[in-house]
């Protein structure tokens, strides 16, 4: 086939992904099909734009022009800004959840709002049951992308089933592979002293779902048949694993070799390789075999590479091997099976007819997918792309600075979070901004502090893991493990004021605990959090305060986004949001849509319990329940003039009595601002986005005596509104609170999908 090699429509293209020499196979996907186009297509620019995971970033070459930090959401806007000005005609996309910040790599979509040039996103990963942020995610990737890319046909039809992609949209294009010539595995042994040996290879970023012990496992039989063999581990740890676990699971396969008496015939090269040695090592092994744990994996670039090299391959059944090894490119066997795996090796080493018939049928399918040709596939979909544009930059376009976008949520500022917490946990109260030591602590307020430390962590925030383990040590400390209940206060000396805290303050730190389970990537917080949840949770049933059931609810909800499993959490959740639904109906009129006989404290929770339950159980009623409340309380606290007014807390506000004006606390306006972001999440009602940024507005003086609560010099928030004055003084509670609203709104405003504008 000949290519026009100058003749592109597309003068400059930029590249957005992970980018070598960060190690990593996205990195070097990006890499590569970057490298093919700029040599195929001379005239044609080809820059770089990276996602850095680490704070130095990498020793990247000339090509990258700008990088992006990957938990800033700034970094992305701004990335957006010099993509818009710099004549980039096009942008390739590579699309992974994991490499981008945010709650389930969400920030990208921020970038991709603010592009005014075509956009092909590759989608290296698709999920066929994604959780309900993961389907949302890839639906607004797949909306703002001109073209999708995809690399199997099982992945054309997951995007036209389960995320409603039409299929005129999606591009088939094979992964990439480097062209090498077919040559005979003994060519290259001698370079790594295996000579005269049968060579098993695996080779990738290890970690524990790659299934490499069940390779391990099976040798003792192959090796019976076949003494000569040995098994090459090629590869290093991957980084994060690294990062996070050290290099536990490579020791566990060594003990494992030793314990199977095959420590000789195992070996492990620790180390990330170059194209040029990772293409020798290949070229040197007889069989290779990818032993992973998961059918769950629509691509591999390591499958694709030793395919085009024209390898015998034994594979475990996900989705991607079964299309690439079909018609007899490959064996396939069941998933954690070492009996069958050895039984097939040996089925291949006896049988060399067969294998070298597989070899050259894996080959003559890989010559489609060299660098040239997918280079080739990937301009053509590029120039349809830009063929089909529908929406160019209005006349006018000019980019905004980062302090002039409208939207734009006000800077975090953590000093007087920073000034509350001590060595044991956060306190209390202040006197003005001075921390009040004879209030002491409470649990309430560290269970709070611990929701805003994993939302930070989320946000990337680089104190956000050390405050976590300080208020989560608080909790844990505070648990009475004879009673399964809280204890609440503990004085300034560490004295605990009583054995069990209120029904409430259990509640919520069950709240606390789910959102660490459900969110926090730290091992170390969540391995504790997990043991204290499970422990405390059963006591929660033995609660009264409706309250208390909501803020369990939503942590049972946070908690089961992780692990959908434990039958025992979802029971519980069940019972109280029954208790919940039953108490609305037996109280509801068509005056009065509420739970109680008078409206009090942190309000908001209640629907917001109830509209979580109705969408994981799931239950029609409870959606309705929820969303009709929760529009007859926004209705209730919205003023003549349009903003927030909140029930007072001196007299809150009985069926049939009058309301309390006052005194108004951040409490209340947190908490509409949650249950409105999930209304909107539910709905994508834009009511819901406009209640919770009106709720927000109240701490920047939107409110009756027009005077801001929050303290942007500070950090702190003023403690509420009295009918004619501010509570100056700034505790942990209502400083809590602010902080909570601002970084859910940031959270959310990164995962949902924008709809005005």
Sequence with gaps: MEHNLTNSILNRIAFIGNFSPRLCGIATFTTDLCEAIAAQYRQTTCIAVPVNDIEAGYAYPPRVRFEITEKDIDSYRRAADFLNINNVDLVSLQHEYGIFGGRVGSHILELMRELRMPIVTTLHTILRDPNPDQKRVLKEVAARSDRLVVMSKRGVEFLQEIYGVRPEKIDLIQHGIPDVPFVDPSFHKDLFGVEGKTVLLSFGLLSASKGIENVIAALPAILARHPNVVYIILGATHPHVVRNEGETYRRSLQWLAQEKGVEGQVIFYNRFVSLEELVQFISAADIYITPYLN???????????????????????????????????????????????????????????????????????????????????????????????????PAGFAVKPLDKRSAELPPLKLDHLHHMTDKTGILQHATFVVPNYHEGYSIDDNARALIVSTHLEALGNETAIKLGI????????????????????????????????????????????????????????????????????????????????????????????????????????????????????????????????????????????????????????????????????????????????????????????????????????????????????????????????????????????????YDPTTGGCRDGLHPDRINENQGAESTLAFLQALLELRLSENILTTTEG
Aim: glycine letters at 8%; one cysteine or more.
């Design 470 to 709: 300080r208020y989560l040590a608080f909790i844990w400390y505070g648990f009475n493990t004879a009673s399964g209940r809280f204890r609440n206060f503990m004085d300034y000396q560490r004295h605990w004021l009583e054995e069990g805290g209120s029904d409430d303050s259990h509640g919520r730190t069950l709240w606390a605990l789910g959102t660490v389970l459900g969110r926090s990537h730290t091992p170390a917080l969540y391995s504790m959090a997990g043991w204290v949840f499970e422990q405390a949770l059963p006591a929660i049933l033995n609660t009264t305060s409706p309250r208390a059931w909501a803020f369990a609810i939503i942590g049972i909800y946070e908690y089961l986004q992780r692990f959908a499993g434990d039958s025992r959490a979802g029971q519980v959740r069940d019972e109280l949001a029954e208790r919940l639904l039953r108490l609305y109906e037996n109280n509801r009129s068509d005056e009065w849509r509420w739970y109680e006989n008078r409206v009090t404290y942190c309000n908001a929770a209640l629907p917001h319990a109830l509209l979580l339950c109705g969408q994981a159980i799931p239950n029609v009623a409870m959606t309705e329940a929820g969303l009709e409340s929760l529009g007859w309380l926004a209705d209730l606290q919205c003023a003549d003039a349009g903003y927030f007014v909140p029930i007072g807390s001196n007299g809150f506000y009985p069926q049939g009595g009058d309301r309390a004006r006052f005194d108004q606390q951040p409490v209340e306006a947190q908490a509409m601002v949650s249950a409105c972001l999930e209304a909107y999440r539910i709905t994508v009602d834009n009511r819901w986005r406009k209640e919770a940024h009106r709720a927000f507005d109240w701490f920047f003086g939107r409110n009756d005596l027009n005077l801001p609560v």
């Design 295 to 393: 059918e769950a994996q629509i691509t591999s670039g390591t499958l694709a590479y030793t395919l085009g090299a024209g390898k015998a391959m034994i594979s475990t059944p996900y989705w991607y091997a079964e299309e690439m090894l079909a018609d007899e490119r490959g064996i396939l066997v069941p998933f954690r099976d070492p009996a069958a795996l050895a039984e097939q090796v040996i089925n291949l080493l006896d049988n060399e007819s067969q294998r070298h018939a597989m070899r050259k049928r894996a080959y003559m399918f890989g010559r489609q997918m060299i660098w040239p040709e997918v280079a080739h596939q990937y301009i053509a979909s590029f120039e349809r792309a830009r063929a089909e544009r529908r929406h160019f930059i």
